[in-house]
Each structure stands twice: as structure tokens, then as C-alpha cells.
């Protein structure tokens, strides 16, 4: 298996999802700051240009971070709830695939990248606030996100609550969320957790945010 990689929230979550299910991988870095993810080359693999993406060994492409996290779960049989809490399960995590991960990106965007709309920022960080409110309220007395035990919803939440100290650093990071504080220290608890750090300090990307780099992030603004 063909795993692009870059260290941002996304690549991370499949990296966790790699490394719980102890699959063999062959890491290929994908520098979006340099435009590596529209070369030709990435394109076949991933027509919309975002990592991360997954070749299997037959050949067949799977891209979309949240889209790996479930087929992964799905192909091996493991990090899924039992049938009782199927619907439970799929309703939160597609609500950290459609709410709480792009939002995430666009707080950072609005509060990082571009701060001239005052309404923008403060629409997207008040969202943002709003969703991490939800899921303290959701781990309120419960050790995971859905079912009884550690799944899919935790690994592919954990990419994005990993950089919450950078997303809200001006809010405080997690500190007004003490339930996703605690839950955050149990999944860093994994041994997997270790074994993504350890994949993250294997690769050097670019760290500037240049030019070059807005124009390759963010190319529909050129």
C-alpha cells in the first residue's frame, strides 16, 4: 500500500487509522506548500489534489481522509461499533467529516491567512467554538465518541483535536473543553499515536508560507 502523506490534521488521522490496524505502508510525502499535490503524478491518485490518499496493491485509489478511515475499518473489521450503535456511530462521524474538520480549516484560514473579513473570523471561530461545545457536552461521562469502546470516531476526530492549541490558540486551545481534553490524553495513550509521531519526524516539508506557497494552497485566489 502507497500512503501521501503530509503533517496536517487529515494525513494524520489516516496515519493513526494506518497504524492501529498494523498495516505495512509505504510512506510517499506530499509537500502542498511546494504544490506536490497537483502534479499529474498525485492527480491520478487524487483527482480533487488533497492528501491524503491511499494506494492499495491492486491498484485501486481511495482518497478522502474520512473515506480511507471507514474503508479501512470496513475491509479489516476492526474499529467499528456493534449494530446497536451503528447509526449512533455514523452520525458523529460524519458530523467530524462535514463539521468539525472543515471548520476547523476554516478558522485557521480566516484567523491565519486571511484576517480583512471581521465577519469571516468571527463567523468561523465562533463555529468552531460552537463544535468543539458539542463534542465536551457529547464526551461528558463517556470515555469515546461513539459505542462503548474506541473507534473509528475517535481516530478520525483525533487529526483535527491534535491541532486544536494552533486552530484556537486566542481561545485558549482545549482548556474551556475539559471532557475533549481528557478523551485527547486517552487516545494519545495508543501505542499507534507514538508510532504516527515517530512517521511525522521521518519527513521535512516546507514551512514557509510564501508566495508559492499561498499559490499552491490556495490557487483559485490567484
Same mark, same amino acid.
Given at each position: 500500500m502507497k500512503f501521501y502523506f503530509h503533517t496536517t490534521p487529515n494525513p494524520f488521522k489516516t496515519a493513526l487509522m494506518l497504524?492501529?490496524?498494523?498495516?505495512?505502508?509505504?510512506?510517499?510525502?506530499?509537500?502542498?506548500?511546494k504544490g506536490e499535490q497537483h502534479k499529474d503524478a498525485f492527480r491520478a491518485v487524487n483527482p480533487n489534489?488533497?492528501?491524503?490518499?491511499?494506494?492499495?496493491?491492486?491498484?485501486t485509489h481511495i482518497f478522502d481522509s474520512n473515506a480511507i478511515v471507514l474503508y479501512l475499518a470496513q475491509k479489516h473489521g476492526q474499529f467499528l461499533p456493534e449494530e446497536k450503535d451503528m447509526g449512533e456511530t455514523l452520525s458523529w462521524f460524519f458530523w467530524i467529516a462535514t463539521g468539525l474538520?472543515?471548520?476547523?480549516?476554516?478558522?485557521?484560514?480566516?484567523?491565519?491567512?486571511?484576517?480583512?473579513? %471581521? &465577519?469571516a473570523t468571527r463567523r468561523y471561530t465562533r463555529e468552531i467554538a460552537r463544535h468543539? /461545545?458539542?463534542?465536551n457536552e457529547r464526551l461528558e461521562g463517556r470515555d469515546w465518541i461513539?459505542?462503548? %469502546? &474506541?473507534?473509528?470516531?475517535?481516530?478520525?476526530?483525533?487529526?483535527?483535536?491534535?491541532? /486544536?492549541?494552533?486552530v484556537m490558540e486566542a481561545e485558549g486551545?482545549?482548556?474551556?473543553?475539559?471532557?475533549?481534553?481528557?478523551?485527547?490524553?486517552?487516545?494519545?495513550a495508543r501505542p499507534a499515536v507514538a508510532r504516527v509521531d515517530e512517521l511525522a519526524q521521518q519527513h521535512t516539508f516546507?514551512?514557509?508560507?510564501?508566495?508559492?506557497?499561498m499559490r499552491a494552497m490556495f490557487p483559485q485566489n490567484f
Open positions: 497504524e492501529e490496524l498494523g498495516l505495512d505502508y509505504e510512506t510517499i510525502p506530499v509537500d502542498t506548500r489534489g488533497k492528501v491524503p490518499a491511499i494506494t492499495e496493491d491492486d491498484g474538520s472543515p471548520f476547523s480549516g476554516q478558522a485557521v484560514h480566516f484567523t491565519r491567512a486571511h484576517t480583512e473579513s %471581521a &465577519y468543539y /461545545a458539542l463534542l461513539a459505542g462503548d %469502546a &474506541y473507534g473509528i470516531c475517535d481516530i478520525a476526530a483525533w487529526g483535527w483535536v491534535k491541532m /486544536a492549541p494552533f486551545g482545549l482548556s474551556p473543553y475539559p471532557n475533549v481534553a481528557a478523551w485527547f490524553e486517552r487516545v494519545n516546507k514551512q514557509e508560507m510564501d508566495e508559492e506557497a
